[in-house]
């Protein structure tokens, strides 16, 4: 027999694969010189005005004008003004939180990274312990950090928080309970009791028929008319709640296609095995429709992080909300401080989803177990 022959240079290495991706045909050779000139074209402008003409420190927005705006900078100059931006950061991370209490949101921020690390890597065992302490315990450890009141800590007003945290803590509390509601919201959709069904359809299309935007409106005006006469709703809660529900009803549809993409089969499987209806879901139909949609959960959770910026309307301020306030501050203003704080907080949030929608693939990839080619 022959010794096998290394394939043509051609087929392997950089050259193969600029030739399969790049230029495998006269149209993909254009696109891609038209794709090369046109990041030529764009990205070093870009460069230029991020990092090369950026002012990076400084004490007001002397630093970040020309000399005809009253600043020290030459005229004609654009850049960045980073120094904005790092005068400001703490605001953006905490919002009006108390200075020396902020270590109470860092330590909030180091559990839920600790406990939700291990709840994301598939190898590391204990999930359920891991699920118990990260949805059951931390959110009472949480609430008691951040509100205090008790164990000497000073209580801080949720009208004091905002920034980073406040959109973190709105996206996790309606990711932790979208997902169940969605999936019982779900099965009641499909659900052969017109009773039940009727309430859920009914829920689901009153909810995905008006814009978040609406919702929380009412949640904010609205809810505290119904409530009897001294009574009052935190308006942190108002927002929870009011994401909680219009995320819950967009998870219902995904979950409900999920379930409608598993084979008739798995059901009568299940049925002739003798499992109750919730044992026939919690083990054999749900963990295969959730694996089907995970592409639509994820994008639903995308889509509600980014919608925290509606709180504003009912005047709590996360990351966009503050980096929009902090505009009106005289000390920063110049032309280039509401772009440069735009873009830092473009930048967060793309951090964030592009996270969430690479893990995202990460576990397609690895439940794609029975569909393989």
């Known amino acids: 027999m022959l010794e096998p022959e290394q394939a043509p240079r ?30 030529i074209a764009l990205l070093p402008p870009i460069f230029e005005w991020l990092f090369v003409n950026a002012t990076w420190s400084g004490a007001d927005r002397s630093v970040c004008a020309t000399v005809a705006q009253g600043g020290t900078q030459p005229d004609g100059w654009s850049g960045a003004c980073w120094a904005y931006v790092g005068d400001y950061f703490q605001q953006f991370m905490y919002g009006t939180y108390p200075m020396d209490q902020r270590w109470r949101p860092s330590l909030v921020a180091a ?8 709840l994301l890597i598939p190898k590391v065992p204990h999930k359920g312990w891991n699920a118990l ?48 509601f969605g999936i019982l ?20 299309e009153l909810i995905r028929g008006v814009p978040l935007i609406t919702v929380l409106f009412m949640a904010s005006v609205m809810l505290p008319l119904f409530l009897p006469a001294g009574w009052t709703i935190d308006k942190l809660l108002r ?21 409608q993409a598993v084979p008739k089969g798995q059901y009568e499987g299940a049925d002739s095995l003798g499992l109750s209806y919730w044992q026939k879901m919690r083990l054999v139909v749900m963990p295969q429709a959730i694996k089907l949609v995970i592409p639509g959960i994820v994008n639903t959770f995308i889509g509600m992080f980014k919608d925290t ?65």
Request: with cysteine; glycine share 10%; net charge positive.
């Open 133 to 180: 302490a990260l949805f059951v315990v931390f959110p009472i450890i949480a609430a008691i950090l951040l509100l205090g009141g008790v164990f000497g800590l000073p209580f801080v007003e949720t009208a004091m928080w905002g920034g980073l945290m406040v959109t973190l803590i709105i996206s996790f509390v309606g990711i932790a309970v979208s997902l169940p």
């Open 10 to 39: 051609q087929e392997s290495g950089v050259i193969g694969w600029l030739r399969h991706n790049l230029f495998g045909s006269i149209f993909d050779s254009v696109l891609t010189i038209l794709a090369l000139l046109f990041l």
């Open 185 to 204: 919201l779900a099965l009641g959709r499909r659900s052969k009791m017109p009773v039940i069904k009727m309430l859920c359809v009914a829920f689901i």
């Open 309 to 373: 910026s509606l709180v504003s309307i009912i005047s709590m301020y996360d990351l966009l909300g503050i980096v929009k306030k902090s505009f009106s501050d005289p000390t920063w203003v110049s032309p280039v401080t509401s772009l440069t704080g735009l873009v830092f907080a473009g930048t967060v949030f793309w951090l964030f989803c592009f996270g969430m929608s690479r893990y995202s693939g990460f576990m397609e990839r690895h439940l794609d177990t029975g569909h393989k080619r």
């Open 111 to 118: 559990l839920f990274v600790i406990l939700l690390a291990p």
């Open 239 to 259: 927002a929870l709640v009011g994401v909680s529900i219009f995320a819950s009803a967009y998870m219902a549809e995904v979950i409900r296609g999920g379930l």
